[in-house]
């Protein structure tokens, strides 16, 4: 025995290292066809003869090769089986037998729902297959049907409790080999109900090469041909699933602005929200943000060994992105929800325009898993606070339409025929169910007393006596009679199993006799057969139409599958636990049949899907900043004008040529203003066309500001110059006024294309995908050659400064500020190579910053101007001083080549001819021509302008 059991032993985990190879170990287990023994030796489903009919009746298989991974052969696997055992398939030729694994029990205690209930499903669907009852499927009233001598058979059923947790699939097959009692092993699995026992059962029906049918245990490996080639699933898959909820975030206009909060220690919740972002991808959704978390249910201190991973933590940086839809996947919501409640009302998530989204991954439908939840009708005001999130929730589930509330006459054939189950089906199932009616009270009366309590009936609906009551399904719907989920599915299953082998059987008998193998009295039907035999076997039946291969062969179409939406506490916690408002049927049909209320109380989905993002406006304190710099500029201005014309007549003033002197305000006037361009956005009421002729405005300010102001400079300088040179009896303005001029007209030429040909508009930039932060600007293409031209034009107004400046620099600085320019240059230029690069840079960071290094930028050049060119004179009339301050001078006017030895020292032209003159000559001609138009000078060398 102890040989047996551990070549049974390496049989199992072989069949567990062939699925996790998958392909990879496929592609020499080909089967072949070729003969009955070949279809017993690959396919399973094969027999072992009875010990006493006789060695020529023994088949033996055509390869004994060993198995790659533990050296045991095939032949060796096979030989285990007791020889009064026959290893699946129909029995004789009629009979099924099923292994049906059901969450009977949970954490060790009996489970009441769904278990019992999916138990008495399995039970009315074996009755209803056996004697073709059409009141569900009308399938079974076909010739076929009714012809087909399969029955499903009770006496070699094998029940199993999955435990909802954990499960003992393979110690439950193992039993069963023990026993020794000529009952075969099962033809197929129905079940299980929950995710970890559906693996261990796959690797079970892999073992045996037998097809396990699933009524939810969702899992994506499972889908997997090539890992768990004999799974299938009855309920729709995950992928399904995801599909609606992606269907009912665009039936409420939210595709996009999503954020996922999941269990990230759920495998089924990770591999929903992958599947989530493919299809949303696929239909051009975006702004999808998943944020997980590690469930506090598995350990107590989830909050100090996984800090930055508590459901707080991801809550918080759901509150980031300002979305406000939430879709939570979770298969533990009643672990989680207190937790979750908690950190959403924190954070306030659970007020304003939010939408929770709880889709299909736990179980609400079910009378008793609605107890926990209804608890919450029972705490006080400020624990319920905590909670709140749950109100006016979206609970997304593939329908099971016997839902009174889901059909417009209250009731379906799967509820009528569940309510017509009589005294006389009760004590059959109780006669099957390992566990013990009396097991069952303690849950049973807890529940009562609960639903009592709340109203969710009166005393006159709780039954006498004990569990369970002799019209428990016949008893008026409500929540102590009405299926649990998962019973139209389990249902189904079994109908598959049934519909499948008639198939099979039917196919085998017209065109693939080799299918079968006849084994004395015994007639076996190929495992694989079975198999191909119920995924093409289409029927209506308790959840819709059952039809397989939909992504992958073993999967149940998602179209055939209806779902249902579901209003959590649509009036509060003051009302309803829920209410079924809208159904997806088959093919996609919607059908409404109450108004789903939002958070809001509106029955409109809300609008905006985010809160409101930071836009980035500028400032008000920082916009008021600006003006009073551009009101402190203008003011210095109109102070120097006021003064120039005050003190026109005056030495300083006259010397400096006080039109070029107003010209060059002009200019520091026009910069000031600039600051006018940049200082308002949306905030302010202007509407991105007027906002976009400030832009268009800017550029004109800034060059044309700065090129007024350096052609004012070198054009008074270079009359200086020419004074000095006295090349010329008069210097007129208009003289030496025209390249001024003509740097100005292109500049007006090239700005002027400019402005009618680019697309520089205001416009809103987003610049965080995920919060919606965005900033305002002027944008548009770069169109370099413009901007260089213009910026071009402008250095060469501050190049001929630069240069007359120089030529200049040895004359008295009531003619020429030679110094004070170059300083004004360099100051600016400083500006300009920091302050540009920076405003480049926080351009699309920071508005205030943005606005902050343009106003400065533009507040700085007038400022300049006054502060190195007009202050000096100013401070030079105001306190005049006697003291020589340069040498080599005649009277104050200082040229090179001067000799100071001479009083009637001769002025040097550089590079011409020149004149003697005295101090008070020179002195005259300048004040003379600085004085032009106001009086005559009719003795004077150079005429005024």
Request: with cysteine.
């Amino acid at each position: 025995m102890s040989r047996i059991r551990l070549l049974l032993t390496v049989c199992f985990i072989s069949a567990w290292r062939v699925i996790g190879q998958g392909d990879a170990n496929n592609t020499n287990d080909e089967p072949s066809r070729n003969s009955n023994t070949d279809a017993i030796s690959e396919y399973g489903g094969s027999a072992v003869i009875p010990s006493d009919t006789g060695a020529d009746n023994e088949t033996t298989p055509t390869s004994d090769t060993p198995d790659d991974t533990t050296g045991t052969s095939r032949k060796e696997c096979r030989e285990l089986l007791p020889g009064n055992f026959i290893q699946g398939g129909i029995i004789n030729g009629t009979k099924v037998s099923l292994l049906l694994a059901l969450p009977l029990t949970y954490q060790g205690s009996p489970y009441l729902n769904p278990g019992f209930y999916q138990l008495a499903a399995s039970i009315m669907a074996i009755n209803h297959f056996n004697a073709r009852n059409i009141a569900i499927v009308p399938e079974l009233a076909s010739p076929q049907m009714q012809h087909c001598p399969i029955e499903i058979d009770f006496e070699s059923l094998l029940l199993m409790d999955t435990g909802t947790v954990e499960s003992n699939a393979m110690n439950a097959v193992w039993e069963r080999f023990q026993s020794a009692d000529g009952t075969p092993l099962p033809s197929a699995i129905v079940g299980p109900y929950n995710v970890i026992p559906a693996n261990e059962l796959s690797v079970t029906a892999t073992t045996l090469r037998i097809p396990m049918i699933s009524h939810r245990g969702i899992d994506h490996n499972l889908h997997l041909p090539e890992k768990h080639p004999f799974a299938n699933q009855i309920n729709a898959d995950l992928y399904s699933d995801v599909e609606f909820l992606i269907d009912y975030l665009v039936r409420t206009e939210r595709t996009n602005f999503i954020t996922i909060l999941y269990d990230a220690s759920s495998d089924n919740a990770v591999k929903r929200v992958e599947a989530f972002r493919v299809e949303a991808s696929r239909r051009d959704m975006t702004r999808i943000e998943a944020f997980g978390y590690v469930s506090p249910t598995i350990s107590l201190d989830v909050s100090d060994y996984y800090g930055d991973r508590a459901i707080l933590a991801a809550l918080e940086q759901v509150k980031a992105t300002g979305f406000r839809t939430i879709v939570w996947i979770t298969p533990d919501f009643d672990g989680e929800f207190l937790d979750t409640g908690h950190a959403a009302h924190e954070l306030q998530l659970d007020q304003g325009d939010h939408l929770w989204v709880i889709p299909n991954i736990w179980d609400l439908d079910g009378p008793f898993n609605q107890t926990n939840l209804s608890r919450i009708f029972m705490l006080d005001e400020h624990e319920q606070q905590d909670v709140s999130f749950l109100q006016n929730a979206a609970y997304l589930k593939s329908g099971e339409l016997f839902h009174n509330d889901t059909a417009e006459d209250h009731s379906s054939s799967f509820l009528e025929e569940w309510m017509g189950l009589n005294d006389t089906f009760i004590e059959q199932l109780l006669a099957i169910n390992p566990i013990k009616a009396h097991e069952y009270e303690e849950e049973w009366n807890q529940v009562l007393k609960f639903g009592l309590s709340i109203g969710w009936f009166s005393e006159d609906d709780i039954p006498d006596g004990d569990f369970p009551p002799s019209d428990l399904f016949a008893r008026p719907l409500n929540f102590t009679s009405m299926p649990s989920s998962g019973t139209v599915n389990v249902y189904d299953a079994i109908m598959a199993v049934g519909i499948g082998a008639c198939n099979a059987l039917n196919m085998t008998e017209a065109k693939a006799p080799d299918a079968t193998v006849q084994i004395g009295n015994t007639r076996v039907l190929v495992g694989d057969v079975l198999q191909d035999a119920i995924r093409s076997s289409t029927f209506h039946g308790a959840s819709g139409k059952v039809l397989f291969g939909d992504v992958f062969p073993g999967n149940r179409v998602g179209s055939t599958v209806p779902y249902v939406v579901t209003n959590l506490f649509p009036d509060g916690f003051e009302g309803e636990l829920f209410r079924f408002t809208d159904v997806r049927m088959p093919g996609g049909e919607w059908l409404e049949f109450n108004q789903f209320i939002y958070v809001n109380g509106s029955a409109v989905p809300p609008l905006p899907l985010r809160e409101p993002a930071d836009q980035n406006y500028l400032s008000p304190g920082l916009q008021a900043m600006g003006f009073a710099m551009m009101g402190i500029a203008l003011l210095a201005i109109l102070i120097s004008v006021v003064w120039i014309f005050v003190y026109w007549n005056h030495r300083v003033v006259a010397a400096s040529q006080p039109v070029f002197l107003l010209y060059m305000l002009a200019g520091a006037t026009v910069s000031s203003l600039a600051i006018i361009t940049i200082s308002f956005d949306e905030s302010d009421g202007w509407s991105a066309e007027q906002l976009t002729g400030l832009c268009l405005a800017a550029p004109w300010f800034v060059f044309m500001g700065q090129m007024v102001t350096y052609n004012a400079l070198f054009t008074k300088m270079w009359r200086v110059h020419e004074v000095l040179q006295f090349s010329r009896r008069q210097v007129k303005i208009s003289h030496v006024i025209w390249p001024a001029l003509l740097l100005e007209v292109l500049a007006v030429v090239l700005l002027s294309v400019w402005t009618a040909t680019t697309n520089y508009a205001w416009d809103r930039v987003e610049i965080e995908e995920t919060t919606g932060e965005s900033i305002g600007l002027c944008t548009g293409d770069a169109n370099y050659g413009f901007w260089i031209g213009v910026a071009l034009v402008t250095f060469i107004s501050m190049l001929l400064t630069g240069i007359f400046a120089w030529k200049t620099m040895d004359v008295d600085e009531s003619y020429s500020e030679a110094k004070w320019i170059f300083g004004l240059m360099l100051l600016q230029t400083q500006v300009i190579l920091v302050g540009v690069p920076t405003v480049v840079i926080l351009e699309s960071v920071s508005s205030d910053g943005r606005y902050i290094g343009s106003v400065m930028m533009c507040w700085s050049f007038p400022m300049t101007v006054f502060g190195l060119i007009m202050v000096p004179k100013m401070y030079k009339v105001h306190f005049p001083s006697n003291k020589q301050e340069l040498r080599g001078t005649i009277a104050g006017v200082k040229v090179s080549g001067v000799s100071s030895s001479s009083p009637h020292a001769s002025i040097v032209d550089r590079g011409s001819s020149a004149h003697p003159v005295d101090r008070e000559s020179v002195v005259n001609h300048l004040q003379r021509y600085s004085t032009a138009g106001r009086e005559s000078a009719p003795h004077s060398q150079v005429s005024g302008g």
